[in-house]
């Protein structure tokens, strides 16, 4: 593989993992701040904040998906390790491998799903039920966008998997 395109490749690697980890952090200040105020006013108060379950709905939905990236970088997701414990380094790492082309298959299915839904979102103009009445593409997005990130690092990670020498 060329130089070029193996730094190119990390470079965006890099910025996919980067901008997933910060964003999701701001997600979950959001969050706290807003469900921290939102007890305030409802228990102190006596005051609600209108839509405020479905707001932190929408930043719990968005987090989620936008740190996916993030985690598969640093190898943050649950691994089951029970029944491949016993089995030798070299086995072990072949069904690692194979598991990883599972995960991108299924990764690569959601990701065009959440396109579709996505899509007829938007195409649709389909609004919320709940008291903010908004479009659903709007927070639609995140789950979009996390997914390609997601993918994208998902596919990273198992080329450079499969291009480490001597394994």
């Known amino acids: 593989?060329?130089?070029?395109?193996?730094?190119?490749?990390?470079r965006a690697e890099e910025?996919?993992?980067?901008?997933?980890?910060?964003?999701s952090i701001l997600i979950l200040m959001v969050f706290t701040t807003f469900m921290i105020a939102s007890v305030f006013f409802r228990y102190v108060l006596n005051q609600p904040i209108q839509a405020s379950d479905e707001v932190l709905r929408y930043l719990l939905a968005a987090v989620t998906f936008l740190s996916l990236a993030y985690i598969t970088k640093s190898k943050g997701?649950?691994?089951v390790t029970i029944f491949t414990e016993r089995?030798?380094?070299f086995l072990q790492?072949?069904?690692?491998?194979?598991?990883?082309?599972?995960?991108?298959?299924?990764?690569s299915l959601l990701t065009y799903g959440a396109w579709n839904l996505w899509m007829r979102l938007f195409n649709e103009k389909i609004t919320s039920h709940g008291a903010l009445d908004i479009e659903?593409?709007?927070p639609g997005l995140a789950f979009v966008v996390g997914m390609l990130l997601f993918l994208f690092q998902s596919i990273i990670t198992t080329c450079k998997d499969f291009l480490q020498k001597g394994q």
């Open 1 to 10: 593989m060329s130089p070029k395109i193996i730094r190119w490749t990390e």
């Open 15 to 23: 910025i996919a993992s980067k901008t997933s980890k910060y964003v």
């Open 77 to 79: 997701h649950v691994k």
């Open 87 to 89: 089995l030798g380094p």
């Open 93 to 107: 790492r072949k069904l690692d491998r194979l598991a990883s082309l599972f995960a991108i298959i299924w990764v």
């Open 136 to 138: 659903l593409w709007i």
